[in-house]
């Protein structure tokens, strides 16, 4: 008896959620999809940020990385400069897009109406965006433009990491001689910038016309340091006698390149990325050749002022979805005791392209 | 954890929350009902520290999901965890299902359902393979399981990036988007809509949830996966199949993986191997939480839920207070670890009361 009337139920309830499912009318609602399109005002107007109190940024990450710890003090800095209600550093995204979707519409609930994002996947992040657009936010992808080359924020503001890419492997042949064994170290195989910074290297190699090899590209190294050590002390082992350069366009390699290097008095050069304690240190000494720095501090100052400035309404972007080099720069030990000036010069230069060509403003 | 969630059904081998030992001890020692008493208040207390939390948009739309998501990936160990077997590589299950659910989309310009029946059947075959090594061989089913995580980690990776050029497939069929961020208020039977806090998605795992029940609470073959699960040899002197349950078990976890690798593709809007990445712990934790034992023989649908939604709910709360990166893993942590130990006290507490009026 219990089991007929399990059945039935278990048919009711099936019944139940096939009719819920196919039965009903989708109510043709606002699209969320849509995002949402302003127009442009155009005219000579100030991009003096005239009232920011109400604003309150959100600076996301991805996850915890050292690259984005400048964001935190810049963040602080441009709150207090700016008079804005609030700027957030929130790195609990733990590289998972979803937590990071997630995490993002927590702070919308909390308040924040300004977003500053470096997505986790740089293929799904344009749905991201795109969702809080049309809540009515001010979205900028910092420090990283979404794949495919459509850009469904209001601008993004990042290194172009194929050029950087291509920077570093060009200083990395130079060193060289022009001619010899490179190989190169990088992140995570499946991310669509891992593949852009492939390219530039790949590029910068074919330009020697085959005077330069690409040995090996060595990828997933870039999850901590350990893993990084690893790769590069078996890499020295295998095939130390061979190699002429190493070009590392991420982290945790590019520190594991160097220390690697100098430890084993391998005679490769190495040219690293960004600008750690340790590799300027590296670069002093003469273990590391160069390094190509990006703009950590540019892009958290810039993307905080211009999301103000679209978030209160005070400007638009001229061409939504504007993608914006935000610079990289080649240091050796020429250039290692003043390459900030450079820096902060072409953060000033961004500041200024912003006022009059990117945004139009009252 | 193990003892905890290892004493409330001791002793019981019945299945599910349908058939709780609820003649011996008092209603309210019910693990399910404990996750419950405790989800609610602690929404009450997160709602009351920040009354943003009942935000059906911006915090309940997007906390649904998830929770629907992960208790699918509960689920999908939960089966495997019920023949007393695990399921190490439920997360690249998922992105294996996904990856031909991408594919489908992609290159053979499937609609919505055909390929998320792709996807299903790519889940269910691998699973069902994985099945048949571990009847056939012997070999534990963690050694095995964790060699299909290796092999499925490579040829997912180098599936990806041979066959596409950023490492996803972006192609959306019709339908996907809307799959994607529709509520039930965008559903309406006539005049009546219903909330928009709840995501379309939940259908999958309101009908997995169902089918899942009915299978271990009304079934034959149910019972069948506990008895292998609770001792082997006894099943097999009784006439159960178990090398037959052993491959239907992980067939079915490896279909309701692909299930959820669709689930959190559609989430978070392409197809990519990074999906599944995070789904090995959540897939523990949703199903012991909720009672199920690690040792086979004794699960609840429910309870993965609860669990789940227990896990979910702590970690949208301590977000929305705005706890740091560091804090928010310990506080998860001690909180989970009182709420088990709260239910062991429980128990303990209400057996000693049986003991004595008996």
């Known amino acids: 008896m219990s089991r007929r009337r399990s059945v039935l139920s278990a048919t009711v309830t099936l019944f139940l959620l096939a009719a819920s499912t196919a039965a009903c009318t989708i109510k043709n609602s606002d699209d969320p999809g849509a995002a949402d399109t302003a127009s442009t005002r155009t005219g000579g107007g100030s991009a003096e940020l005239a009232d920011g109190s109400k604003t309150k940024v959100a600076l996301v990450p991805g996850g915890a990385h050292p690259y984005f710890q400048p964001w935190k003090t810049a963040g602080a800095q441009a709150k207090k400069t700016l008079g804005l209600g609030d700027v957030t550093f929130d790195e609990t995204a733990e590289w998972d897009q979803q937590k990071q979707n997630d995490l993002l519409s927590t702070l919308a609930a909390r308040g924040y109406n300004a977003f500053g994002i470096f997505g986790v996947s740089p293929t799904d992040i344009n749905s991201t965006f795109a969702d809080l657009k049309s809540q009515g936010f001010a979205v900028a992808s910092l420090a990283s433009c979404p794949a495919g080359g459509t850009n469904d924020a209001d601008f993004c503001l990042s290194t172009d990491v194929e050029l950087a890419a291509y920077k570093a492997a060009q200083a990395a042949i130079k060193a060289m001689g022009g001619k010899g064994a490179l190989v190169h170290l990088t992140g995570n195989n499946v991310d669509a910038n891992t593949q852009l910074r492939m390219k530039g290297v790949q590029k910068a190699v074919k330009e020697t016309g085959g005077k330069v090899t690409l040995l090996q590209t060595i990828t997933d190294i870039d999850k901590d340091l350990q893993t990084a050590q690893k790769a590069v002390s078996d890499l020295l082992a295998a095939k130390g006698s061979k190699i002429q350069g190493i070009v590392s366009t991420a982290y945790n390699p590019a520190v594991a390149a160097a220390e690697a290097v100098r430890e084993s008095g391998s005679k490769a050069k190495v040219v690293a990325i960004d600008d750690d304690a340790k590799i300027l240190s590296s670069i002093k000494n003469g273990s590391v050749t160069a390094t190509v720095v990006q703009n950590p501090v540019g892009q958290a100052e810039i993307g905080t002022w211009a999301l103000a400035l679209l978030q209160t309404k005070q400007c638009t972007m001229t061409k939504p979805g504007q993608i914006i080099d935000s610079g990289s720069f080649v240091v050796t030990k020429a250039n290692v005791a003043d390459y900030d000036s450079a820096r902060q010069a072409r953060t000033a230069e961004l500041k200024k392209q912003f006022a009059d060509t990117y945004l139009s403003c009252r | ?358």
């Open chain 2, 1 to 358: 954890m193990k003892t905890a969630v290892t004493e409330p059904d001791s002793g019981t081998d019945l299945p599910t929350e349908g058939a709780r030992p609820a003649h011996r001890l008092p209603f309210w020692v019910n693990q399910r009902l404990g996750l419950l008493v405790l989800i609610v208040a602690l929404s009450i207390l997160f709602g009351s520290l920040r009354p943003a939390f009942f935000d059906a948009r911006l915090v309940l739309f997007p906390l649904l999901r998830d929770i629907s998501t992960l208790t699918v990936v509960a689920l999908a160990q939960m089966v495997v965890l019920s023949i007393g077997h695990m399921n190490l590589a439920v997360g690249r299950m998922a992105a294996f299902g996904a990856l031909f659910a991408g594919f489908g989309f992609d290159r053979l310009h499937l609609p919505l359902a055909l390929g998320l029946l792709l996807c299903l059947f790519a889940g269910c075959v691998i699973g069902a393979l994985t099945g048949w090594i571990i009847a056939r061989t012997g070999v534990s089913s963690f050694v095995v399981t964790l060699a299909m995580d290796f092999a499925l980690l490579g040829l997912v990776s180098l599936l990806y990036s041979s066959l596409t050029d950023n490492a996803a497939f972006t192609t959306r069929p019709a339908g996907l988007t809307e799959l994607r961020s529709y509520s039930l208020a965008d559903i309406c039977a006539g005049p009546v809509c219903g909330s928009p806090a709840i995501p379309q998605m939940t259908q999958f795992t309101v009908l997995a949830l169902v089918v899942l029940g009915f299978l271990y609470a009304r079934t034959r073959m149910g019972r069948e996966l506990l008895l292998t699960g609770a001792n082997p040899a006894a099943a097999e002197l009784s006439g159960v199949p178990t090398g037959r349950r052993i491959i239907l078990a992980h067939g079915l976890s490896g279909l309701l993986a692909a299930l959820a690798g669709f689930m959190a593709a559609v989430g978070t809007g392409t197809f990519s191997a990074s999906i599944g990445d995070d789904f090995m712990l959540p897939s523990f934790l949703g199903a012991v939480l909720g009672g199920t034992l690690l040792t086979g023989g004794v699960v609840s649908v429910i309870g993965a839920l609860l669990g789940t939604s227990l896990v979910g709910v702590i970690r949208k709360g301590l977000d929305l207070l705005g706890v740091g990166l560091e804090s928010l893993n310990i506080y998860l942590g001690c909180i989970l670890l009182l709420a088990l130990s709260a239910d062991r006290v429980r128990t303990v507490v209400s057996y000693r009361k049986v003991v004595r009026s008996t």
